[in-house]
């Protein structure tokens, strides 16, 4: 049934691919532009009885595919033109920017086009993983909770997450495209936040369609107004939609975000308080509960029925024998420091007092890491059970590596790193043994609490 839903997205996505390749005058490509909307929304109403996930596939992720082929044919068919044919099919496929400019480029890829990258993955599997627990604890937290650390899961997963991994991999590939999503937790002001940082297609499109014309119509606030009712509806159709519920509350979401940043530009404030207060306090108004309960509470009972296959235990069982194993492969990575990092060339030029406080400050983090994986295998069975001095060791390595995660993620910065890919390569997979070391030891420790 899904495929005869599918085949009609197929035609449409396929002409907005390629009207925005024909030569016309502006006037006709006007007229394509309301056509693809128009058989966005037709679409959208014929298919209003299938089911939520299906629903939320074609207003979130197909809709705004075929919004591409709007953008585009805002622009004169010789700029489109001029991209390359695997470029402009990424553009329609993996990419879901709105700017195809970065793909009509090319450029070597430099050490701060994949700055990103490690923090990108660690975040990715923070954010699986963080779903995966939801998923094993569903039926031990209240039903709202749940919904909520899905929602949570999948936004450091896929937003904060995957989209930083695709820029840097497309960027490696010689492709300048611009960040999907720009450090959103540096925003200090909710223009900051909305106009630079988050959701970045979101804001390309809005800004290439309707900025201007509103502009020239309602004037610079009424214009932010406008934009604002846009993403509102836009979203509408990504939450209300697919649930058929909660009408409204999107749209309300994003008017009081308007609302509060004409008060912050009118008072002049400059404050991450008053901006992260009103992007995620009122956050209940647009991941409404009927959305909240009708699609991410289910996504996370169906993986609680996949992962409730095999009982509790048989997983704890394999992740116990993984954890020392990850660690390891921490150890092996280690081995390479010293000559990676050019010790022999960079430790003489401290004094000899400091030069051996290094050596013992790595020779103790190494003894840490194998006493980890030591005492792992040999709690063992303490663990299983879930003793209580099992269960402190797990939630003090837990923590350890919550530690060295934060401080690789938030202390270090990127060019601190040697250059080169193999570094780039070797700390993103650090970052994610580190997620992984984290997550493992705090679900052991956090399933026992529960009563596991």
């Not at 480029?105 to 086009?113: H, M, N, V």
């Not at 299983?384 to 590596?401: K, L, N, S």
């Not at 202390?411 to 780039?424: C, L, Q």
Request: aromatic share 12%; charged share 15%.
């Amino acid at each position: 049934m899904n495929a005869e839903r599918l085949a009609p997205w197929i035609v449409v996505l396929v002409m907005a691919a390629l009207m925005p390749l024909l030569p016309s005058r502006p006037a006709a490509r006007r007229v394509g532009q309301v056509a693809l909307v128009l058989a966005g929304i037709g679409l959208l109403t014929i298919q209003a009885s299938a089911s939520p996930g299906w629903k939320l596939l074609c207003a979130s992720l197909l809709f705004l595919y075929l919004m591409k082929g709007v953008v585009l044919l805002a622009l004169p068919a010789a700029a489109v033109r001029r991209t390359p044919a695997l470029p402009y099919l990424a553009f329609f496929t993996v990419w879901p920017g709105m700017a195809i400019e970065g793909l009509q480029e090319r450029r070597a890829a430099t050490p701060s086009d994949v700055q990103g990258f490690g923090r990108g993955l660690t975040r990715f599997f923070l954010g699986i993983g963080l779903v995966l627990i939801d998923a094993l604890l569903v039926n031990r937290i209240p039903a709202l909770a749940a919904a909520w650390i899905c929602v949570g899961g999948l936004l450091l997963a896929i937003h904060l997450g995957f989209s930083e991994v695709l820029t840097c991999l497309i960027r490696l590939a010689g492709r300048p495209v611009d960040p999907l999503f720009l450090q959103p937790g540096k925003s200090i002001s909710l223009e900051d936040f909305w106009s630079r940082r988050w959701n970045r297609p979101f804001v390309e499109m809005d800004r290439r369609l309707f900025l201007r014309p509103l502009m020239r119509m309602l004037g610079r606030g009424g214009a932010m107004v406008a934009v604002f009712l846009i993403s509102g509806l836009l979203h509408e159709m990504a939450i209300s939609y697919p649930v058929g519920d909660g009408w409204g509350l999107p749209s309300g979401y994003f008017l009081l975000q308007a609302a509060a940043m004409l008060a912050q530009n009118k008072l002049r404030i400059r404050s991450p308080l008053w901006t992260w207060g009103f992007v995620l306090i009122p956050l209940p108004i647009l991941f409404h509960p009927p959305f909240l309960l009708g699609l991410p509470l289910e996504l996370v009972r169906l993986l609680h029925w996949a992962l409730a296959a095999r009982p509790a235990e048989w997983y704890l069982n394999i992740l116990l024998w993984a954890m020392p194993a990850a660690q390891l492969l921490v150890l092996a990575a280690s081995r390479q420091v010293p000559e990676r990092l050019k010790w022999a060339e960079e430790l003489p030029r401290l004094g000899p007092f400091n030069r051996k406080l290094m050596w013992t400050y790595g020779i103790f983090v190494v003894f840490t890491i194998v006493a980890f994986a030591v005492v792992t295998l040999v709690l063992h069975a303490e663990l299983m059970r879930g003793d209580r001095a099992a269960v402190a060791f797990a939630i003090f390595v837990a923590a350890y590596w919550t530690l060295r995660l934060g401080f690789d993620n938030f202390y270090f910065k990127a060019a601190d790193w040697p250059e080169g890919a193999e570094f780039v390569v070797g700390h993103a997979l650090l970052n994610s043994l580190f997620a992984f070391l984290t997550l493992s030891y705090g679900m052991v420790a956090f399933w026992r609490v529960l009563g596991g």
